[in-house]
């Protein structure tokens, strides 16, 4: 994955934004945070794994995207990835509102794992809710938010081809009025 590139196209999207929205000035960490929050409960519901006293626990990795008649022209997507990909979309946004202020800064990533898949998402709500724009509060949460795609079950290449994907779509809903 070349995150490097994934932060450029998030700054291009933030930066299309923050213009057509008249933004300018405005800071969007509390707000990117809000909805980095709302994005990882979206991730979990999908996820499921954690629904205790539901019989149906099975993660969300494929599903029919639009109802067919016949099941060869199904088209596939899988929920959870595509939840995850939202969440990165801020995590990315963020960071670049962190660490465009840092000249010569370099990035590295030390995926983090908890235990089990709960305390993960338990360990990402908090890192976000304390991050106060902090650089090392932004790697831990960048290091937890990487770690738990790998708990996932997501490799690297899919991670950024449906970032890829979603940032497209992202583009196309701003030319929509979105």
């Not at 067919?68 to 995850?84: A, F, S």
């Not at 990315?92 to 030390?110: R, V, W």
Request: hydrophobic fraction near 35%.
């Amino acid at each position: 994955m070349n995150i490097s590139k994934l932060f450029e196209l998030q700054r291009v999207l933030d930066d299309r934004i923050v213009k057509e929205k008249g933004l300018e000035g405005v800071n969007l960490i509390p707000i990117k945070k809000l909805a980095l929050q709302v994005e990882i409960g979206e991730l979990a519901n999908e996820q499921r794994t954690w629904k205790f006293w539901s019989n149906d626990r099975k993660p969300r990795t494929r599903v029919a995207k639009f109802p067919t008649m016949n099941y060869d022209d199904i088209k596939w997507h899988n929920p959870v990835l595509e939840e995850y990909v939202d969440c990165f979309h801020f995590v990315l946004s963020i960071g670049n509102d962190i660490i465009s202020n840092i000249k010569g800064y370099t990035l590295d990533l030390n995926p983090r794992k908890s235990k089990d898949i709960v305390q993960q998402f338990n360990s990402l709500f908090h890192s976000v809710y304390w991050m106060d724009g902090e650089l090392e509060d932004y790697e831990m949460l960048l290091d937890e938010f990487l770690g738990l795609g790998e708990m996932l079950g997501f490799t690297w290449e899919q991670i950024e081809q449906a970032y890829l994907n979603k940032n497209k779509v992202n583009h196309e809903r701003q030319e929509n009025g979105y």
